[in-house]
């Protein structure tokens, strides 16, 4: 009955007795129901750091049928779990069975993935290359200039991105993400390098670049990163300890052992703790513990992002997502 009593004792369970955490969660979704947007979204937390994808589907999936405020980040969040569990009934459940419970423009959103995944992505290129309405909404918005870029089409991807900036009918966070994605698709990453010599990063900047490092792996631009952090001066907050986070990240996947050494000190110092799980991330990089998961590391790293947890997942998870076929640059 005590709402912050309960989660507290979830999120404890969670680090050692999921099973016992699922079922506090869960007590916590039927008896607080005023509270499940915010229940949802740290229990599905827990379920990502710690790889555990078939429950986290049913618990996505549930939340895109009942919480429309939050919908986009839920569709979102099934999108990359369904494409690592390689299974898409929940996908098909949605569309179908309860197409009465989603707007038509989410049934087409989910039968575009569906239909990109089952390579058909030529049928439904003229609606993807096709300017949305203004009331389209920002995920619709951002859901077709990546998949766009998935299937080879970054120039229409990035005339639609301009558009949509434009018209502001796109977040800020996402039209840069957007942005960096389509300049390696057109191998400009000179254009970030630039951007990164020419003026500073804040913490949010420097978490979206690094989970774009670990898709992109580029040395030049890493370098070009870390002279850039040197003179940003990040305040010491919370912020700046989640883009830190993501920095160890991305030194990790590139396999720079002393620039990782020098996230890892300056994460010390940020926490003013010793944070011995720091070990653990280094051992993971450079294979010391043949046979470690992500799973084993990112339970212990409470500033990592989730879109970097997502970037992760789909760089080093056992059974990564198939790429989608692309279908080629036009004439």
Same mark, same amino acid.
């Given at each position: ?18 099973g016992?955490?699922?079922r506090?969660?869960?007590a ?7 509270r ?9 937390? +827990?379920l990502?750091?710690?790889?555990? +994808? ?15 405020? /939050?919908?986009? *980040? ?11 569990t ?5 996908? /098909? ?23 990109i995944r089952?390579?058909? &992505? %030529? ?19 951002? +859901? /077709?200039?990546?998949?766009l ?17 434009a018209a502001?009918r796109i977040?800020?966070?996402d %039209? ?10 057109l &191998?400009?990453?000179?254009l970030?390098?630039?951007?990164? /010599? ?17 898709r992109?792996?580029?040395? &030049?631009?890493?370098?070009?990163? %870390? ?14 300890? *989640?883009?830190?986070?993501?920095y ?10 002393a ?6 000190a ?18 993971f ?17 409470? &500033? ?6 997502? *970037? ?14 692309k ?5």
């Amino acid at each position: 009955r005590n709402y912050e009593a309960g989660l507290e004792l979830a999120q404890l369970m969670a680090l050692g007795q999921p099973g016992v955490a699922d079922r506090i969660f869960s007590a916590l979704m039927r008896d607080h129901p005023a509270r499940r947007t915010a229940t949802a979204e740290t229990w599905f937390r +827990f379920l990502l750091v710690q790889g555990r +994808f078939e429950p986290a589907v049913g618990l996505v999936a549930d939340r895109v049928a009942q919480d429309p405020k /939050q919908r986009p *980040a839920w569709l979102h969040a099934l999108f990359f779990l369904t494409r690592h569990t390689h299974d898409e009934r929940p996908l /098909q459940d949605l569309a179908t069975a309860r197409t009465n419970a989603l707007p038509p423009a989410d049934v087409a959103l989910i039968n575009t993935e569906l239909a990109i995944r089952q390579g058909q &992505g %030529a049928k439904v290129l003229p609606g993807l290359a096709a300017p949305l309405p203004d009331d389209a909404g920002p995920f619709p918005h951002y +859901f /077709q200039v990546s998949r766009l870029i998935e299937l080879g089409r970054a120039g229409d991807a990035l005339a639609l991105l301009d558009r949509y900036g434009a018209a502001k009918r796109i977040a800020d966070a996402d %039209a840069f993400r957007l942005r960096l994605d389509i300049a390696a698709a057109l &191998g400009r990453q000179d254009l970030l390098r630039q951007r990164l /010599q020419q003026s500073p990063v804040n913490a949010r900047e420097l978490d979206l670049i690094c989970v774009h490092l670990v898709r992109h792996p580029d040395a &030049g631009l890493l370098d070009a990163l %870390a002279a850039c952090l040197d003179r940003s001066r990040l305040p010491a907050d919370a912020a700046s300890f *989640a883009g830190y986070t993501s920095y160890l990240m991305a030194c990790g996947t590139a396999k720079d052992w002393a620039k990782l050494h020098t996230a890892e000190a300056k994460l010390r110092e940020l926490s003013g703790a010793r944070l011995p799980q720091l070990e653990t991330v280094t051992a993971f990089f450079q294979g010391k513990e043949p046979g470690a998961k992500l799973e084993n590391l990112l339970p212990g790293l409470p &500033g990592v992002s989730v879109d970097m947890v997502y *970037a992760l997942y789909d760089r080093f998870d056992d059974s990564p997502p198939a790429v989608a076929i692309k279908l080629g640059s036009p004439p």
